[in-house]
């Protein structure tokens, strides 16, 4: 999605996250956002003030995070399309049907 959005001129990627989740703000550190702001009390959770993590990702930043995505994720953009093949035949039956849902098509 990323890579669509800065294809069709997209300058700016915003993505916003609770700023006690440790996991996904080291998550979006490692995709090539970085912080930008912390919003106090942004957010009124279970009748709690909570803070949100604003992370940015500019389209001049995505040669270098698209460099680490793929370091990261150690695949190339064709080994994930060639993953993805893999995925769809393995749900669909030897019907050519998907699987657990044979009855519905009965």
Not at 28 to 54: M, P, Q, W
Not at 81 to 93: C, D, H, N
Request: charged share 25%; aromatic share 6%; hydrophobic share 45%.
């Amino acid at each position: 999605m990323i890579v669509m959005n800065v294809m069709i001129g997209y300058r700016r990627i915003t993505a916003e996250v609770d700023s006690r989740n440790i996991i996904g703000r080291k998550f979006l550190e490692r995709c090539g956002f970085y912080l930008e702001t912390i919003l106090c009390k942004h957010r009124v959770v279970h009748h709690r003030n909570c803070d949100s993590a604003l992370y940015v990702m500019l389209n001049s930043d995505w040669a270098d995070a698209e460099r680490a995505l793929k370091a990261l994720l150690h695949l190339s953009v064709e080994a994930v399309a060639v993953k993805a093949a893999e995925i769809e035949q393995l749900s669909i039956g030897s019907e050519g049907m998907p699987l657990g849902h044979k009855d519905k098509y009965v």
